[in-house]
């Protein structure tokens, strides 16, 4: 096959990781630490928030609580009393009853700041000092609506995180859409597999025939024209469909703010690592996001957002645009606990990455610079 000039594929076959970093538990909690622990996290969405109640989330291995202020901003604490650690939210939520987030165990009572304002039945001796003992915050970014967390310190500059960039889905009015469905499932795969398989095409023609039947140019086992001849004469989608749902046709009113170009390329999708991506379409965005469960269990957890008046309109067909999404997804994680398995051989040591698995090579540079630390002038 001859490549385009403009052709992103690789111009050598480079090896995958090692095929044990898919498995052994000693190298999954080092990624845990080197990237889980440093990297901006998606926790959910701001508007799924209820003012005034805490919601417990497990991020990477550490238990937090979100806190939406009156005013919609959102805050993140470690879910632990500064007193005797016991957790502040048990449940998976819990409704403040005053503006004070008061421990369930000894009452002690933070402001909703974090800063420690009540600790009764005790003395407070000389050497104690309340403000010492405040709620351990965690840094917090609001996204177009997406809440992520840092468990770092020093949390990195978020703009770089958007791999096209913060502004690439400023067209959509994020701030109007709601949550319709939620799908979580388990998969037995390493979470870097999953991203693997989002990140090439190779696999599509004969795993995704509903798919590559919507989107013409994935029938080339490749995901943008650039990467093959053919494929460069394809429309974004077949003849007559405008968005990605069963039948093709739009679930609702199209985003009047998107610009022609947007319009046209039938969707956009943002990635986000290490644990989201987010596909905006003409008519409503689909939300992806991850949560490594161990070496080789990851929950997926996807979020379909429309215009409340989408959901509402008469006629509505909520499975047409989940089903499809949802038949593709369950494709990927049967692939990608296939890969998994096949791993587990004491005879691989690793892969081979062919030049059109480019996206993968980028994948596991940007792993590897994280398992490396950051160095001196370079950005994670």
């Not at 992103?8 to 076959?13: A, I, S, T, V």
């Not at 044990?20 to 845990?32: L, Q, V």
């Not at 593709?328 to 606990?337: I, R, S, W, Y």
Request: charged fraction near 20%.
């Amino acid at each position: 096959m001859t490549a385009l000039p403009a052709s992103p594929l690789l111009d050598h076959c480079p090896p995958s990781l090692p095929a044990a970093h898919y498995h052994d538990p000693a190298h999954h909690a080092a990624e845990m630490a080197a990237i889980w622990a440093r990297e901006w996290l998606y926790v959910g969405r701001a508007a799924d928030l209820s003012p005034m109640t805490l919601r417990r989330v497990t991020v990477g291995d550490e238990n937090l609580i979100l806190l939406k202020h009156p005013d919609g901003a959102v805050a993140a604490f470690h879910n632990t009393c500064r007193h005797r650690g016991s957790e502040l939210c048990p449940g998976d939520e819990r409704r403040l009853t005053s503006r004070l987030i008061t421990c369930p165990y000894h009452q002690w009572a933070y402001a909703l700041d974090g800063r420690l304002v009540r600790t009764p039945f005790v003395t407070e001796t000389a050497d104690f000092r309340r403000e010492d003992h405040g709620l351990l915050r965690v840094p917090v970014h609001d996204w177009n609506g997406f809440v992520f967390v840092c468990l770092a310190d020093a949390a990195p500059d978020f703009s770089g995180v958007p791999d096209l960039g913060p502004a690439a889905l400023d067209n959509w009015p994020f701030a109007d859409l709601v949550t319709g469905h939620t799908l979580v499932k388990e998969i037995a795969c390493n979470w870097k597999l999953f991203w693997e398989n989002y990140s090439e095409c190779l696999h599509c023609p004969g795993i995704h025939p509903e798919l590559t039947a919507l989107v013409p140019v994935y029938r080339h086992g490749v995901m943008s024209p650039a990467e093959h001849p053919a494929a460069a004469q394809e429309p974004p989608l077949r003849a007559g469909a405008r968005s990605w749902t069963t039948s093709g046709r739009p679930c609702g009113r199209e985003f009047p703010t998107l610009t022609e170009a947007e319009r046209s390329a039938g969707f956009t999708f943002v990635t986000l690592l290490p644990s989201l991506y987010v596909v905006a379409h003409v008519d409503y965005v689909r939300a992806v996001s991850l949560r490594p469960l161990g070496p080789d269990r990851t929950e997926l957890r996807a979020e379909w957002l429309f215009p409340a008046e989408t959901l509402a309109a008469r006629g509505f067909d909520l499975e047409d645009v989940t089903g499809f999404a949802t038949t593709v997804m369950l494709q990927d994680a049967a692939a990608c606990e296939m890969n998994q398995r096949g791993l587990r051989s004491s005879r691989i040591g690793h892969g081979t990455l062919m030049p059109q698995e480019f996206e993968i090579a980028r994948f596991h540079d940007w792993v590897r610079r994280r398992m490396a630390g950051p160095q001196q002038g370079e950005p994670r």
